[in-house]
């Protein structure tokens, strides 16, 4: 089993209100190199979460993290114009604290933060680190 320091959220950085599944991050990720979808979990705009890569595979979703980490995504991420913004549904979030939730059971020394505190970028688009600190 991987010892888990880090259950990181990410977004899948798509415009407000597109519907997004699995295969089509798979998609975007094997024409990345990645061998399937790099994720762990993605949860849905409808609030229904998808199992991505099995949890004792590494993921390919937060360089230099990979190895020690969950990778949680929400379909979601931008504006209508392609700016950041947090666009998480009232079921998005909902989902989102019973599976982080879960997860923290599971791995109760892992920090819950946002791609953001790794890499130069927006993503999740909202503060992850300040949101679920309490969990």
Known sequence: ?????YIIIHCTATPEG??????????????RGF??????????LDGTVHAGRPENEIGAHCQGRNA???GVCY????????KPKD??????????????????????NAVICGHRDFANK??????????????
């Open 122 to 135: 927006a993503c999740p688009c909202f503060d992850a680190t300040s949101e679920y600190k309490a969990l």
């Open 68 to 70: 020690d980490s969950i």
């Open 18 to 31: 597109r519907w997004v599944t699995n295969e089509e991050i798979t998609r975007w990720h094997k024409a």
């Open 35 to 44: 061998r399937t979808i790099g994720y762990h979990y993605v949860v849905y």
């Open 1 to 5: 089993m991987r010892k888990i320091n």
């Open 75 to 82: 379909v979601g991420g931008l504006d209508k114009s392609g």
């Open 87 to 108: 666009t998480r549904t009232p079921l998005q979030k909902q989902a989102l604290t019973r599976l982080l939730k879960q997860l923290r059971a599971k791995y109760p």
